[in-house]
Every structure is written in structure tokens, then in C-alpha cells.
């Protein structure tokens, strides 16, 4: 299984609504990462968890919280977003945070829009 | 300042025809220089991947290459075909502690019949 899985597909969602993201991947990968993609605009970094740990945290607001709870899965719990958090939200994978190739595998993405 | 520029923003070429997709970039220290495509409201798919020793690698109709020198990297897709329309990304990984990747902003292709 070479696949990265990102549920759900779209996600409308208003300000003061709570809901999560969820994103899987059976790889056997440990580095596992959230990205924003607004349109027309590349990938921006979010988090990137390494072996289930917070390893790195791009200053994103607080109503943005990542969770790990295990090395297969990860999800985005998201909280008082703002319509300009409106965007494409992409998981991805990759073997470790090491040297080498290091191949980054996305998933789908998330299309979120914030009423 | 770690950049990746891609040249051109935009291009519009007719089915069965070979298009040549540029990036430039500044990063520094370098690990490896990455393809992907992305479809529109998708995720990117990896076409290659590149060290410094490697000054070119095809994936089917897409060829790669490298010039660790200058600094350059082109995406080379042969007899294109409808379904290449997509953006294509040159993304570098920065060979730093972190190893995050910097991205370009992409070259948006158009295939048209």
C-alpha cells in the first residue's frame, strides 16, 4: 500500500464550528506532515510529526491542533477558523526526517471552506 | 535567502507536442531537486527525484535534469498528451538539519487537443 488517505474530501464548516481532519498511511513511515495550500499558491509547511512527536511547528495559530495518535495516523483538529483559513489541506508521508531521498508521498486533501 | 523560482508561470501547448519546464534555485546546503505534478484540487504526485551526482532521470515521457553547478533544473515531458494538463512543481529539499522543502509556485500546463 503506497497510498496516503485523507477523509474527508470537503469539509464546509462555520466559524465557531469544531471538526477534525484525518489523514492514514500503512507505509510503515514515521515522519508524517500537514500542509496549507491556498490557490494558485504552493504547499506551506504547518507541522511535521517524527515518530509521533511534534517536531516542528511553522507558528501556526492555535485554532489549527495537530494530533498523532499513532505512527499510521494523524489528524488536524480545527476550532474558531477563520474564513480566510479557507484552502487545500494536504497530509503527507515519508520514511524519517534523515538524509537521502527521503520521498514525500500526499495524500488527496481536504478542500476546507470557512463560512 | 533558500528560493526555488520556475519559468514559465504558464503554458499552453497542443496535444502530441514536447514542452521544456525550467527552475532555478538558491538553496543552500542542497540534498535533492524533486518534480511533482499537481491536478488541480489534488495532492502532488512525485515524477522524480535527483541528487547532486545525478544529472538526469526519466519517469515514462517526463526526463528530468540536473546541474548541480548552476543550479538549474528542467522538466522535459515528451509528445504530451491531454491528461498531462496540470501544475508542475520543482521543489528542493534544503540539505540543513531539518531538511524542510522549499517550493517553487509552479508552472501551470494546458494541453489542448
Known amino acids: 500500500d503506497t497510498e496516503v488517505t485523507q477523509t474527508p474530501k470537503h469539509l464546509v464548516m462555520g466559524m465557531t464550528n469544531k471538526k477534525s481532519l484525518k489523514c492514514e498511511q500503512h507505509?510503515?513511515?514515521?515522519?508524517m506532515y500537514w500542509y496549507k495550500q491556498k490557490a494558485k499558491k504552493p504547499p506551506e509547511l504547518m507541522f511535521v510529526y517524527s515518530y509521533e512527536k511534534l517536531s516542528i511547528n511553522e507558528s501556526v495559530p492555535s485554532r489549527f491542533s495537530p494530533e498523532c495518535p499513532n505512527s499510521s495516523l494523524l489528524n488536524l483538529h480545527l476550532h474558531a477558523l477563520q474564513p480566510e483559513d479557507s484552502a487545500l489541506y494536504l497530509c503527507a508521508s515519508s520514511q524519517d526526517l534523515g538524509t537521502g531521498y527521503n520521498e514525500q508521498f500526499f495524500g488527496p486533501g481536504t478542500r476546507l471552506t470557512v463560512l | 535567502k533558500n528560493q526555488v523560482e520556475q519559468s514559465p508561470q504558464s503554458l499552453i501547448i497542443l496535444e502530441g507536442k514536447n514542452c521544456t519546464l525550467q527552475c532555478n534555485y538558491t538553496v543552500s546546503p542542497f540534498s535533492n531537486l524533486r518534480w511533482y505534478k499537481q491536478d488541480t484540487g489534488r495532492g502532488p504526485v512525485s515524477l522524480t527525484i535527483m541528487t547532486f551526482s545525478e544529472n538526469t532521470k526519466s519517469n515514462g515521457r517526463y526526463t528530468a535534469t540536473l546541474d548541480a553547478d548552476t543550479k538549474q533544473s528542467s522538466l522535459h515531458i515528451t509528445a504530451s498528451q491531454l491528461s498531462d494538463s496540470a501544475s508542475y512543481i520543482c521543489?528542493?529539499?534544503?540539505?540543513?538539519?531539518?531538511?524542510?522543502?522549499?517550493f517553487g509556485k509552479g508552472t501551470k500546463l494546458s494541453v489542448k487537443p
Open positions: 521543489v528542493v529539499r534544503y540539505g540543513g538539519s531539518q531538511g524542510n522543502l522549499i
Open positions: 507505509m510503515g513511515h514515521r515522519a
